[in-house]
């Protein structure tokens, strides 16, 4: 993975699960970069572990199952996650993830936040 968010910016999945440690989970790998429009992460939940329902208001995401298996909710539906689906979850539905009991790995896309910034009051 490279430091700047240009073109290669990225990661083998194979790799970064198999180099993880075997207790990992979160965030396993981000986009870094100040240049960068978008936020991207590759996520894995630990077997049976949750994401607690949540609101996010700003932004719509989009969620890729890579490995494993779970159930996000997403506006009071459930949808598997696994390898292969591909998910939008829209700014201000209440989402949250459960994992199966053998985890699950996913990737999300989204808009990236601007950086905190000083301004006159109006």
Excluded: K
Excluded at 28 to 37: A, I, K, N, P, S
Excluded at 43 to 71: F, I, K, S, Y
Excluded at 80 to 104: I, N, Q, T
Aim: glycine share 12%; with cysteine.
């Amino acid at each position: 993975m490279t430091d700047s968010g240009t073109a290669g910016d990225g990661v083998i999945l194979d790799d970064l699960l198999r180099d993880a440690a075997a207790d990992a989970a979160g965030a396993l790998w981000r986009l870094t970069g100040e240049q960068r429009q978008l936020d991207a992460n590759v996520v894995r939940l630990r077997p049976d572990a949750t994401v607690p329902e949540h609101v996010e208001p700003d932004l719509d995401v989009l969620a890729v199952g890579l490995a494993g298996e779970g159930t996000l909710r997403c506006a009071g539906a459930d949808h598997d996650l696994r390898s292969g689906v591909v998910l939008l979850l829209p700014r201000g539905a209440v989402r949250g993830v459960s994992a199966s009991p053998d985890g699950v790995v996913y990737l999300t896309v989204h808009r990236r936040r601007p950086g905190m910034t000083v301004r006159t009051r109006p």
